[in-house]
């Protein structure tokens, strides 16, 4: 369903199909609406008399709509101030329904819409009623909102700072109103605040309203159907009586009534197969059910065990001409001499066994295998352990015949019928072993190394009463086994994000994207969505198929890709994302679609990224694509192409999102996922430098049509000891491009070293710079736009005070123009701080208020080491300056080990 439409689409292996269908709508009583033949995709109107809608298809299953399964996403938002009533409704299928407003049991107005958006004009003090009525899945619903004035609600209001620095002093300001906005004394209140790390939230407290009369519903009906839950005591199943319905209807006119009731001998159908090959599925029929077939072998040879685990479709491929069967059934086998297999078509032929036709022989059996059988089935059964890759598909190939594998974590499964002798066990793009397949091993593939334990005949034959029904199946080849890997790939595209999580983004913005319906037409729905966040060294990316929501959001600058099927894609216009709202951006622009290197280059990344928790990759992920999207004027001018790729040199890793320059010119690029590059050297230079965070900056020389093979060296420093610089006063001059800072302060061995992510500890456990904008406070990214602020005197010292509560004030009461006023001194962290209040007066009044203070230092240096080390213990330790001023500014940066000072590249 999409908005006011219900809308129909054909999707083969994953893919949008082009398909003649059949629609048909039902009501609630099953009489039939509407019927079309369309084409599809295709959209219908929503029909609130409509309780399913049933689209069928050649050669496909069908499908249904129950609309009662669904949510009529119709809401009334209604509330009442001291002079007027707000109604306001939600309604995103756009549903017509009868509304009726009462005061008392006295009925006001009434109307009949599909929008309600309105204000009354009421000065009374009673309560209202609204009862919305409307159509959905057939049956008849309502709705209603009790509208009255909360008369014992205080509304609090909080006056302070919305950002201050560690130490520093405000005044904190609240007001307290009644439901008419009067100013109230005498209220007694408390009010404190609260680090955001903690994610507390404001407790309730009790509202002492006055008992109110609710209204007296009359006139109410209700009728049964067989759809109603409470009806279901009264159904009931039975076997079809088909000879009755059969004389009665003429049922075996129906192909699939004469399957289920073959007569006289052997039912057979042949139909030209979708892929060519020729196939075919045999069944054995009782009374109308199909029967377990335990092993099935068609000219002697077994093609198939209902007690193996693997996903292989009940259709085998056979030549054409007449071949021989054999059922094993729990009671019976049954032979087939001959059935004729026409080429080039998909035959299923079914018999019934109770009785058997004359000319079917069969012979008694028990229920169980015998030892014998055990012995000679299990030299045909695969055992092998569980996959421990998720995200991905296993196969088993042999003669060029793959047999799909259950891909689940952990336990013992089986396959078959495999035949002893050389095989191939394959998790594309993951993992390959070729293999001499022995009988009676169990088999457990990993990297570079294959392990068996032996099975007896026991544990891989067993009896099973699994049942085959699927009477449209297709034989598995390397062609499906291809359309499924891409399928398994769209799939995991269309549900795939960043492993991050956004929250800690620190943003309250959210963006709703919506894409016009005519650019879904032309490309189908986009793979995924990437949205970029414009001038900032750190973007907000997120990719996931069909996002329409972007939560978290720093204010700023926005663009969407849109990334499709056939790696075309569409740049939107750019949007201003703003605070304290919902931003929406509709992307409307069909005729602007592309095709380069770049859309194929991210689509590969993502692609590549969908299966890999490494945390390198994930924590480089933003840059890489942010990389490619912002090449937007490769050089393509003369010169010559280089091609290498990128290898750490401890371990010939490779390093991905190196940065790849041509010191001088205009061109450069980004390794891959693999480490690979590949750029053209302009004429005149025939050098390139290398660089990313970590390793040791690198310059190479390159000739035309060369492949080099480049190492990175870590730029890690192994320390004992380390010295602090502190900045003087002021940091930044008035014209904010210079800087001062004064000597070394201190030196501390690595023994007394703790520190954090947010920051840096002395031996004592000061702090002795801030932490930041700690993303998980919400306090703004690097980069962001901050108002101005004076900077205290005080702002580089060294900060002592920290705790976890910046002040409780459970004694304040307002004076008689309903005001409460108070100054805190803030503690020395850098975090989000929520302030809450709660209050009440004497008559019972209450109310409750919540607000926030950002506190942040415009400056700062982190030290990253682990929290603790022993003796004996080295360790690599990673500085960096971080400057959320929003303008460039110079710093020097430097490391003391044993007292010896050297400059560092900024991180």
Not at 263 to 287: E, H, K, L, M, Y
Not at 399 to 424: C, E, H, N, Y
């Amino acid at each position: 369903m999409d908005g006011d439409s219900v809308r129909f689409s054909c999707f083969y292996k994953g893919l949008r199909k082009e398909v003649q269908a059949e629609i048909t709508a039902y009501d609630i009583e099953e009489n039939e609406l509407e019927e079309k033949k369309v084409m599809l995709p295709y959209a219908l109107p929503l029909n609130q008399l409509c309780a399913e809608y049933y689209a069928e298809a050649e050669g496909m299953e069908y499908e249904s709509l129950i609309l009662k399964d669904h949510p009529a996403l119709l809401d009334i938002r209604a509330w009442k101030n001291n002079d007027s009533i707000f109604i306001r409704t939600q309604n995103s299928h756009k549903l017509a329904f009868t509304w009726y407003l009462y005061a008392g049991t006295r009925l006001l107005d009434l109307g009949y819409t599909k929008n309600l958006d309105t204000a009354f004009i009421s000065h009374g003090k009673n309560d209202f009623t609204l009862s919305v009525q409307y159509l959905w899945g057939g049956k008849p619903e309502a709705l209603f909102r009790t509208i009255r004035v909360q008369k014992n609600r205080l509304n609090i209001r909080v006056n302070q700072p919305s950002l201050v620095y560690p130490g520093k002093e405000s005044n904190v300001d609240i007001f307290v109103t009644d439901y008419n906005g009067n100013p109230v004394p005498g209220v007694d209140l408390t009010c404190y605040g609260i680090t955001r790390k903690f994610g507390s939230t404001l407790t309730e407290i009790p509202v002492f309203q006055e008992k109110y009369k609710a209204p007296k519903e009359y006139n109410s009906f209700r009728k049964s159907s067989v759809y109603d839950d409470d009806s279901m005591d009264n159904t009931f199943s039975e076997s079809l009586d088909y000879p009755y319905f059969n004389r009665l209807f003429g049922l075996d006119t129906l192909t699939y009534y004469r399957f289920l009731y073959p007569t006289d001998s052997v039912f057979v159908s042949s139909t030209p197969s979708a892929d060519g090959i020729t196939q075919v599925a045999p069944f054995i029929i009782r009374n109308g059910v199909i029967q377990s077939v335990k092993v099935l072998y068609i000219d002697e040879i077994p093609r198939y065990f209902n007690w193996v685990n693997q996903l292989r479709p009940y259709s085998f491929a056979v030549s054409e001409g007449r071949h021989h069967f054999r059922f094993v059934l729990a009671d019976k086998e049954i032979s087939v001499e001959s059935v004729k297999i026409k080429p080039g078509c998909e035959t299923v032929f079914s018999l019934n066994d109770d009785p058997l036709p004359p000319d079917i022989s069969f012979k008694p059996r028990k229920r169980d295998f015998t030892s014998f059988e055990k012995n000679q089935l299990s030299n045909y059964v695969f055992a092998y352990r569980g996959i421990t890759k998720p995200g991905y598909n296993a196969y088993l190939i042999q003669d060029q015949r793959p047999i799909p594998l259950p891909s689940r974590i952990g336990g013992s499964f089986l396959a078959g019928p495999v035949t002893p002798g050389m095989a191939k066990f394959e998790i594309p793009g993951y993992l390959e072993h070729a293999f001499n397949l022995e009988p009676l091993f169990q088999y457990e593939f990993l990297t570079g190394v294959i392990k068996m334990r032996s099975k007896t005949p026991d544990e891989l034959v067993f009896n099973s009463n699994k049942v085959t029904s699927a009477i449209g199946d297709y034989v598995y080849t390397r062609n499906t086994m291809e359309a499924d890997e891409k399928a398994l790939i769209h799939q995991l595209r269309r549900n795939y994000s960043l492993k991050e999580k956004y929250r800690i983004r620190g943003g309250g913005c959210s963006l709703k994207i919506e894409t016009d319906r005519e650019i879904i037409k032309a490309k189908g729905e986009p793979l995924n969505a990437l949205l970029f966040r414009c001038n900032a060294d750190k973007y907000a990316v997120q990719e996931c198929g069909n996002v329409s929501d972007f939560q978290f959001l720093l204010p700023g600058l926005y663009y969407v890709m849109l990334l499709f099927e056939d790696d075309s894609y569409l740049l939107s216009d750019t949007v201003e994302v703003k605070s304290n709202g919902i931003n929406y951006l509709k992307i409307n622009n069909p005729g602007v679609f592309k095709k380069d290197e770049k859309s194929k280059a991210i689509s590969e990344a993502i692609t590549k990224s969908i299966r890999n928790s490494s945390d390198v990759l994930n924590n480089a992920k933003e840059e890489y694509f942010k990389s490619l999207i912002e090449s937007k004027n490769p050089y393509y001018g003369p010169g010559f192409k280089v091609s290498g790729r990128v290898l750490d040199q401890d371990d010939n890793a490779p390093v991905p999102f190196v940065s790849i320059m041509v010191p001088g010119a205009n061109s450069g690029t980004t390794s891959d996922f693999d480490g690979n590059f590949s750029l053209i050297v302009p004429e005149g230079f025939n050098t390139i430098a290398l660089s990313f965070v970590g390793y040791e900056p690198q310059t190479v020389q390159v000739r035309p049509g060369e492949s080099i093979v480049v190492k990175l060296k870590s730029s890690m420093m192994e320390i004992q000891s380390f010295e602090v610089i502190e900045y003087r006063v002021p940091l930044i001059s008035k014209d904010k491009t210079s800087i001062g800072y004064s000597s070394v302060v201190k030196a501390y061995g690595v023994e007394s070293l703790a520190t954090t992510v947010g920051g840096v500890f002395s031996m004592d456990g000061n702090r002795i710079s801030s932490r930041g904008f700690n993303p998980v406070t919400g306090v703004p990214q690097p980069g962001s736009s901050l108002p101005e602020l004076q900077m205290p005197e005080f702002y580089s010292s060294l900060r002592t005070n920290f705790t976890d509560c910046a002040y409780w004030k459970p004694d304040l009461t307002t004076d008689a123009n309903g005001k409460a006023s108070f100054r805190v001194k803030y503690p020395d962290d850098i975090t989000r701080w929520d302030t809450y209040v709660l209050g009440m007066d004497g008559h019972r009044h209450s109310g409750i208020a919540e607000n926030m203070v950002l506190s942040y230092k415009p400056m700062l240096a982190q030290l990253f080491m682990p929290r603790f080390l022993v003796a004996g213990d080295t360790v690599c330790a990673l500085g960096k300056v971080i400057n959320y001023t929003g303008d460039s500014i110079p710093v020097t940066t430097l490391f003391a080990v044993n007292g010896k000072s050297s400059p560092c590249p900024i991180c």
